[in-house]
């Protein structure tokens, strides 16, 4: 997944971070600080426990420094079991300029639900993850960090991996009406889909 996020380009150098929990424990495995996601392996992982946030395996390197917004949101949302914070680009840009990203397709709507943004808060801090951890604790699964990222989480890897593409994925539509001039009359995904979607009778492939 970390390759492919960076293909994507959803995150520079050594941007971003990801952590899975363990199924089972009340431990998660988080990237450590500094790593890069196209160069993951073994050693670029760190387990900490979530009840106190310590490290609780051998591991020489730190934890990422967003460990706080990791933590957070676990504790918030037991039914997630993965977190992925990334920078992209699109979903940035249009938070820079104030823009609302829209939900165009199904895939937006069904994947998507929602999109909240929180306001800014200097990375890596408490305040961050608060600010995360509430805006997701009503279900919301996509959290804007205004000006610094998103963290999008979801019931494993994939799905997390899945959202965060299409977030930017909309985000892009979203510019590229912008630029025609036609944001402003830019519609989301139908309101008889989304409906359905929130009712359960409706899926996607």
């Known amino acids: 997944m970390g390759s ?5 380009g959803l995150v520079v150098g050594s941007g ?14 988080v990237t450590a600080a500094g790593t890069w996601l196209d160069r993951l392996d073994r050693s670029a992982f760190v387990r900490v426990r979530i009840a106190d946030g310590a490290t609780v395996s051998d591991d020489t390197h730190p934890p990422t420094s967003e460990l706080p917004l990791h933590l957070a949101t676990y504790r918030r949302r037991p039914d997630v079991a993965a977190i992925v914070h990334l920078h992209p680009q699109a979903v940035l840009l249009l938070d820079a300029l104030g823009e609302q990203i829209r939900l165009v397709t199904t895939d937006h709507a069904f994947y998507l639900r929602r999109v909240v943004t929180t306001p800014f808060r200097l990375p890596g801090t408490a305040e961050l993850a608060d600010e995360a951890a509430a805006a997701a604790a009503d279900g919301t699964n996509c959290v804007i960090l205004s000006r610094h990222g998103c ?3 979801a019931d494993s890897v994939e799905l997390a991996h899945k959202r965060a593409l299409y977030l ?3 985000a892009r539509l979203t510019y590229q009406a912008l630029a025609l001039g036609r944001a402003g009359t830019l519609p989301d995904c139908p309101p008889e889909f989304v409906r359905a979607v929130e009712a359960g009778t409706q899926s996607t492939v």
Request: avoid cysteine; aromatic fraction near 8%.
């Open 151 to 153: 963290s999008v989480v």
């Open 168 to 170: 930017e994925e909309a």
């Open 16 to 29: 971003g971070n990801l952590s899975a929990r363990v199924s089972g424990n009340g431990d998660f495995w």
């Open 4 to 8: 492919e996020v960076v293909r994507a």
